[in-house]
C-alpha cells in the first residue's frame, strides 16, 4: 500500500471545498498520514483568548487538502476509511462566540437580548489515561471526560464549480459535525468534479450529539486514512459505515429538513440494499431508525439516521468495502 504523509503549511490551509487547487494527487488505495490544524488555527490557548480579539473571519476552520484523486469521475463513489485519529496537541479548546450557538440569539434567530458572554475553556489532554480534563470557570468542578477523536469535517467539491464555506454542510458533506466520523468508519461521499478533490479537518478530542454551544473540544489531529474509489453509484448524500451501522448524514435549516433528507436517502439505500418497495422500506425504517443530532448551530444543521446492522440481514454493501478497508487498516 502506498503512504503519503502531508502536514500543510498555513499558507496551504483551505478554507472552502471547491475552488481550491489540490495539493496532491492520490491513487485508490493509498494511506494518508495528515496533520489538521484546529477550528480556531491554534489561535485560542489559554482561558484569556476570545474569539473575537483571535479570530479573523472568515479564516477560521482550516482544511487539510484538497486531494485529486486518480480516476475519480462525477456520478462515482469517493470512500475515506479513517484508520487512526490520534490528537497532535497537548491541549484542546472550546469556545462560546457571540451570536453563535445553539442557546443564545443569532444573526439568523433574531431577539433583543444580548447574546451570552464570550469565553474560551482549555481542555488538558492525558493521552496515557485518554482523557480530556473540563475546568469549570465560576467554580472547582473538574471532570476528567474520555476522550472519543472525530472529524468535524469531510468533504468533496461541490458540483457545477461551487466555492462552499469549510463552515457549511451539505450534500458535498462538509461541517457536519457528527461524533459518528470516528476512527474505524467509512465515509462515502459523491464525486462532482474531476479528482473528487477532498478535504478533512476540524479535528475534536470530544463533542456531544448536537454540538450545543457550537464548538466541541477543538484540537489539532493525526489523521491516517485509507482513499479508495467505487465507479457509478454516488450517493446523494454523505453515507457512513460502521461495524454496527449503516448512517446518512442529512443537512439543511430547519432541523426538520436534515432528518427528513436522512430519513429519505436511508430509506432509499435500504430499498435498494434489500429490494424492498419505497413503502416497505420505511415501514422498517420507522422500525429500527436511531436519529443523533450531529449539529444544531452551523449554517445548514445535520442529522444522521442511523440503522444497526444487527437487526438486518447480512449484505455486502459495496461489494464488502468497509470490512476490507478495516483489514487494510490494521496492516498500517
Known amino acids: 500500500m502506498d503512504v503519503v504523509e502531508f502536514s500543510p503549511e498555513p499558507a496551504e490551509y483551505a478554507y472552502t471545498f471547491g475552488g481550491v487547487a489540490p495539493v496532491r494527487k492520490v491513487r485508490p488505495g493509498t494511506a494518508l498520514r495528515l496533520w489538521t490544524d484546529d477550528a480556531f488555527g491554534g489561535a485560542l490557548r489559554t482561558p484569556s483568548d476570545l474569539p473575537s480579539e ?4 472568515p479564516f477560521v476552520n482550516p482544511q487539510t487538502g484538497p486531494f485529486y484523486v486518480e480516476g475519480a469521475e462525477p456520478g462515482d463513489t469517493l470512500a475515506l476509511h479513517f484508520a487512526d485519529l490520534t490528537p497532535a496537541r497537548s491541549f484542546g479548546a472550546s469556545a462560546t462566540i457571540p451570536l453563535f450557538g445553539g442557546l ?14 464570550e469565553r474560551t475553556w482549555i481542555y488538558e489532554v492525558d493521552s496515557a489515561r485518554g482523557t480530556v480534563g473540563f475546568q469549570a470557570q465560576s467554580s472547582d468542578l473538574r471532570l476528567e471526560l474520555p476522550m472519543n477523536p472525530m472529524l468535524g469535517t469531510v468533504g468533496v467539491a461541490p458540483a457545477a464549480g461551487e466555492a462552499r464555506s469549510s463552515l457549511v454542510p451539505d450534500a458535498f458533506g462538509g461541517n457536519m459535525d457528527t461524533p459518528e466520523m470516528r476512527a474505524g468508519a467509512t465515509c462515502y461521499l459523491p464525486v462532482n468534479v474531476p479528482g473528487a478533490l477532498f478535504s478533512v479537518g476540524d479535528g475534536h478530542y470530544r463533542q456531544g450529539e448536537g454540538e ?26 454523505p453515507r457512513i459505515e460502521s461495524d454496527t451501522h449503516l448512517m446518512v448524514v442529512g443537512s439543511s435549516r430547519p432541523l426538520e ?19 424492498l418497495d419505497t413503502m416497505d422500506a420505511y415501514q422498517l425504517l420507522s422500525q429500527v431508525s436511531e436519529a443523533p443530532l450531529a449539529n444544531v448551530v452551523d449554517a445548514n444543521y ?9 437487526l438486518l440481514p447480512d ?18
Not at 445535520?302 to 444487527?310: E, R, T
Open 257 to 275: 429538513d436534515a432528518w427528513r433528507i436522512s430519513s429519505v436517502q436511508m430509506t432509499q439505500w435500504l430499498a435498494g440494499l434489500y429490494g
Open 212 to 237: 450545543a454551544c457550537g464548538t466541541a473540544v477543538e484540537g489539532a489531529m493525526n489523521v491516517t486514512l485509507i482513499v479508495d474509489l467505487v465507479k457509478g453509484g454516488g450517493p446523494a448524500w
Open 302 to 310: 445535520s442529522s444522521v439516521v442511523k440503522v444497526p446492522k444487527g
Open 104 to 117: 443564545t440569539s443569532t444573526d439568523r434567530t433574531a431577539t433583543l437580548q444580548d447574546p451570552l458572554p
Open 315 to 332: 449484505r455486502a454493501v459495496y461489494d464488502g468495502l468497509h470490512a476490507h478497508l478495516r483489514g487494510s487498516a490494521a496492516s498500517l
Open 54 to 57: 483571535k479570530l479573523t473571519m
